[in-house]
């Protein structure tokens, strides 16, 4: 089974950008969709950007124009570039592909 670990978060200035990984431990090619979700603490978690096999790609309105979500098949990796960060872009991110969730890594917009 594909296992998923994030990387990438820290700490960040707002108007800063930061680079989350994702990498799976199997072959990804054959997943339809995965995702980048976020948890954010007391809220509910929530989808940041999803992108099918296709590279079809589709955002969460508070992000549009600021992430950008891709991915690489031959490396099993897949990426969300955020841009712009504001604080309420705090939370911890996830991502998923098919029904298996990565274990999470947290992003901190802040002066």
């Known amino acids: 089974q594909v296992q998923l670990v994030e990387s990438g978060g820290g700490l960040v200035q707002p108007g800063g950008s930061l680079r989350l990984s994702c990498a799976a431990s199997g072959s990804i090619f054959r997943i339809l969709v995965m995702g980048w979700y976020r948890q954010a603490p007391g809220k509910q978690r929530e989808a940041v950007a999803t992108i099918t096999e296709s590279s079809m790609t589709n955002y969460a309105d508070s992000v549009k124009g600021r992430f950008t979500i891709s991915r690489d098949n031959a490396k099993n990796t897949m990426y969300l570039q955020m841009n712009s960060l504001k604080p309420e872009d705090t939370a911890v991110y996830y991502c998923?592909?098919?029904?298996?969730w990565g274990q999470g890594t947290q992003v901190t917009v802040s002066t």
């Open positions: 998923k592909a098919a029904n298996i």
